[in-house]
């Protein structure tokens, strides 16, 4: 079950980053890269992204992935998509991600060697933007999905 998530209820960005180390721990490992911005957060600091907008994955009361975007006019950047590795692969990411709300223009960067991750945007009809170098030899690729 996808339902709205308000990172300053109590409990919950001590769950959001308890899911965000782990599902960015995936991601740094297959990057190399250990830097990741949401992989370092702390609780304090997840309850002070009240500027994004949040969807929480649910497997019944426990919270198993989130997603959280910025809307600007018509255009919304997913800035974070994270799942419990431990309820990974049942498709909650997707499901995450088509809880998005439909605009014209979507956009969202994920490590390049995050080959899981390119796969799942792509079958969403995201299309590769731009690549960037973050580190010596660690690059993020920027997706786009354009509404029709």
Known sequence: MILPLDPTEPGRA?????IQRAAYAVEAEL????AIPPLHETE?????LGHLCWRGAFDGPRLVG???????????????LA????????????QLVQAVPEVPTITVSTGHANRPALS?????????????????GVFTTQLERRSR
């Not at 001590?14 to 308890?18: F, G, N, T």
């Not at 799942?83 to 997707?94: H, I, L, N, S, Y």
């Open 44 to 48: 304090e600091q997840v309850a002070t």
């Open 120 to 136: 799942l945007y792509s079958s969403l009809g995201f299309r590769e933007i731009g690549r960037t170098e973050i580190a010596e």
């Open 83 to 94: 799942v419990d590795p431990a309820f990974g692969r049942q498709g909650r990411g997707r």
């Open 14 to 18: 001590q769950r959001i980053v308890a």
């Open 66 to 80: 989130i997603v959280a975007w910025e809307l600007q006019g018509d255009a919304l950047e997913i800035d974070r």
């Open 31 to 34: 990057m190399g890269f250990h």
